[in-house]
């Protein structure tokens, strides 16, 4: 089954300065028909993401299409779980990734980030933003970690490099979960408009028939961040895949951007180091700083917090 992607415009843009509704994901399955639905609206996470990365417009399409993505994965996590979508591409965006996580509030938490989040690429042949281009070839690693058990790790080679049907490649093959992908991210002078995604997995079962009319609602398709920009809420995308199907189990949950980083874990991490190594760096008298690669956060450890860590060895 093939997966469509969002379209996104490679535009001039300026930090955000307007309102957005809040984000959502939300779930349903049609179970006389063996499908599962997953839609979700991103635009404000994707615009602090943006921000924080201050990320260039084709190199915010594709970090904001994966941040999408994980937050469709993050619908079905359960407290202390989580999933990490990784893209290793030869492409100038190099190395990104994105994962969510259920916070403790009930809403999924998700963040992004890339190692050269500058980097831009003109428009595609399509006067598209050129996320192809700017990914590359290279690999999806998919991580799903769970409360109780050992993390279940996946890997597919990248089939197009525009994300979504990466996304579906994965789930065909690596799950084997025939399944419909959409994913955009909607760029404009003000930032970012719009941006959302769409998923339906056939289930073990499913009416071939159903499978038919699915299939031929994803080539029909609108683009979703288009969407997301004309008004469009989580459900609305979800019931233009879902058609006409009857649904069940509905299940909502609030998206934002949301990083786990603190001093705290900053400094078990610097315990690594060992006793001897800490001493010296505190001896040096100069701070040590660390720095997160999702949410650009910097900390500053002073010399006589790193002696105290010493201590504690």
Known sequence: MSARFGQEVGAPWTRLRFHMNVDRVVSAVAPGSGLAFAAVVATRS??????????????????????????????????????????????ALGTFGADSRLLDDGAIGARAYAAHPLAELPPNALGKADVAGIVGSGTLHVTKSYAIGQPYNGVVPLTTGEIAEDIAFYLANSEQIPSVVALGVLMGPEGVRAAGGVMAQVLPGADPAAVDRLEARARALAAPARSVAEGADAWALLEMLAGDEPLRSRHELGVRFACHCTLERVERALLGLGAETLAEMAASGESTEAFCDFCRERYLIEPSAIARLAGER
């Open 46 to 91: 994707v615009a602090e993401m943006r921000c924080r990365h201050d990320s260039s417009p084709t190199a915010t399409a594709a970090m904001g299409r994966l941040l999408a993505a994980s937050a469709l994965f993050g619908i079905s996590l359960a407290p202390h779980e989580w999933v990490t979508l990784r893209i290793s591409g030869d492409g």
